[in-house]
T-cell receptor, first 114, second 117 residues
Framework: SAVISQKPSRDICQRGTSLTIQCQVD?????MFWYRQQPGQSLTLIAT?????????ESGFVIDKFPISRPNLTFSTLTVSNMSPEDSSIYLC???????????FGQGTRLTVV | AQSVTQLGSHVSVSEGALVLLRCNYS??????LFWYVQYPNQGLQLLLK??????LVKGINGFEAEFKKSETSFHLTKPSAHMSDAAEYFC???????????????FGQGTILTVHP
């Protein structure tokens, strides 16, 4: 398995500000992912965080709004920029483990924008 | 593109009754399929997975699922529900069935399971 630590676990932010979410994994992983879970909704993939290169964004998500860093094989950050109430969601970090053919998820960051 | 449909956003059963949560997928290639459970205020935990081995897959907590290619289904079952099974369940399909990415997932809408005493 993989131990994934996300910080902060929750936050309440003012609209127009930005929040950076950190994701730390207990061992090196090749693939890291960021998902969004809007209230009462399912999970939607935001982007794949690539080590040593720019993140790959899914349709509907752009780098200016959700900049991602991946400085090494155990750490990534997701920034939610210029926030509005519509950004209120749970943001989850996920990592892939090829040897166990599955993905592991962090506990999530519950963001409320007021 | 992959897609997943979970029939029934809410399922309610009595303790000891059969649990059946439905999942249908669409995929142009053989998929890898997963069921995750999410307890309140927690992250996702993998229940079981289908990765092109046995079509009947057994997971944790007594759950199992059967991959039926002809029906494009991967329904989750448990013979006898327990109060602790109350949670939200998500069916997911990997983006590419060739094993290149197990983490790039498309999720269904989720099914909230309620278990009555």
């Amino acid at each position: 398995s993989a131990v994934i630590s996300q910080k902060p676990s929750r936050d309440i932010c003012q609209r127009g500000t930005s929040l950076t979410i950190q994701c730390q994994v207990d061992s090196q992983v090749t693939m890291m992912f960021w998902y969004r879970q809007q209230p009462g909704q399912s999970l939607t993939l935001i982007a794949t965080a690539n080590q040593g290169s720019e993140a790959t964004y899914e349709s509907g998500f752009v780098i200016d709004k959700f900049p991602i860093s991946r400085p090494n094989l155990t750490f990534s950050t997701l920034t939610v920029s210029n926030m509005s109430p519509e950004d209120s969601s749970i943001y989850l970090c996920s990592v892939e483990r090829r040897v166990s053919t599955e993905a592991f998820f962090g506990q999530g960051t519950r963001l409320t924008v007021v | 593109a992959q897609s997943v449909t979970q029939l029934g956003s809410h399922v309610s059963v009595s303790e000891g009754a059969l649990v059946l949560l439905r999942c249908n997928y669409s995929s142009s290639v053989p998929p890898y399929l997963f069921w995750y459970v999410q307890y309140p205020n927690q992250g996702l935990q993998l229940l079981l997975k289908y990765t092109s081995a046995a079509t009947l897959v057994k997971g944790i907590n007594g759950f199992e699922a059967e991959f039926k290619k002809s029906e494009t289904s991967f329904h989750l079952t448990k013979p006898s529900a327990h109060m602790s099974d109350a949670a939200e369940y998500f069916c997911a399909v990997s983006d590419q069935g060739g094993g290149t990415s197990y983490g790039k997932l498309t999720f269904g809408q989720g099914t909230i399971l309620t278990v009555h005493p």
